[in-house]
């Protein structure tokens, strides 16, 4: 049964740093593209980032240089590195695989986790 679980979510202050793990089980993450989305309150879902099966990564404007994604095969899990928090990623995040021709096809993830959310207060 294929099945991802994400942790690593908590209240932060701005200025802070959270990492997130998509951990995947029933099959071998490396061969999908992975990618984080996040939903807020009263707003759509949107792709946040994501890394294809040949690792390389994609970021929506508003996480460049804050967040990065990794991945590490032998654990079987994504990372999402989130620095310099601002207020308005409070989200849950959820992360997903699929096989879209680019790992930017936001529309195109088939496989879901749960979510985690992600709240930065002061």
């Known amino acids: 049964q294929l099945q991802l679980v994400e942790s690593g979510g908590g209240l932060v202050h701005p200025g802070g740093s959270l990492r997130l793990s998509c951990a995947a089980s029933?099959?071998?993450?490396?061969?999908?593209?992975i990618a984080w989305f996040r939903q807020a309150p009263g707003k759509e879902r949107e792709g946040v980032s994501c890394?294809?099966?040949?690792?390389?990564?994609n970021y929506v404007d508003s996480v460049k240089g804050r967040f990065t994604l990794s991945r590490d095969n032998a654990k079987n899990t994504v990372f999402l590195q989130m620095n310099s928090l601002k207020p308005e990623d409070t989200a849950t995040y959820y992360c997903?695989?699929?096989?879209?021709?680019?790992?930017?096809?936001?529309?195109?993830?088939?496989?879901w986790g749960q979510g985690t959310q992600v709240t930065v207060s002061s």
């Open positions: 997903a695989a699929g096989n879209p021709f680019e790992c930017s096809d936001y529309a195109l993830y088939d496989y």
């Open positions: 890394i294809s099966s040949s690792g390389s990564t």
């Open positions: 029933g099959f071998t993450l490396d061969y999908f593209a």
